[in-house]
């Protein structure tokens, strides 16, 4: 399985940036897609996951209403749509993926990851 995320850049405050993930390989055993993000020094944290049928999403407290988790089963793709970017967003953004029936925010869930792409929000 590969993962590859794509679509950081930097952009201003309140600014707005569309990441995508695109799964590919032995992807069948993959039913939960998620992002997370790793700020310098600190350590990998939730920000969304999704479903494999897109029914079910869940997003850290810190970006609900902000951030919006879609994904396109056609195109073997997860996007995240980050709205109203703060300073605080800053970071590498990863796509993971998890074999499990239900949704979760634990990162030890996930068993493949993509490269990260960078988020860089400031003036």
């Known amino acids: 399985v590969q993962l590859q995320a794509f679509g950081g850049g930097l952009v201003q405050p309140g600014g707005s940036l569309r990441l995508s993930c695109a799964a590919s390989?032995?992807?069948?055993?993959?039913?939960?897609m998620g992002w997370f993000r790793q700020a310098p020094g600190m350590q990998r944290e939730f920000v969304a996951a999704?479903?494999?049928?897109?029914?079910?999403?869940a997003y850290a407290d810190s970006v609900k209403g902000r951030f919006t988790i879609s994904r396109d089963n056609a195109k073997n793709t997860v996007y995240l749509q980050t709205n109203s970017l703060k300073p605080e967003d800053t970071a590498v953004y990863y796509c993971?993926?998890?074999?499990?029936?239900?949704?979760?925010?634990?990162?030890?869930?996930?068993?493949?990851w993509g490269q990260g792409t960078l988020v860089t929000v400031s003036s």
């Open positions: 999704i479903s494999r049928s897109g029914a079910s999403t």
């Open positions: 993971a993926g998890a074999s499990r029936v239900v949704i979760t925010d634990d990162i030890r869930d996930y068993d493949y």
């Open positions: 390989g032995s992807i069948r055993s993959i039913t939960v």
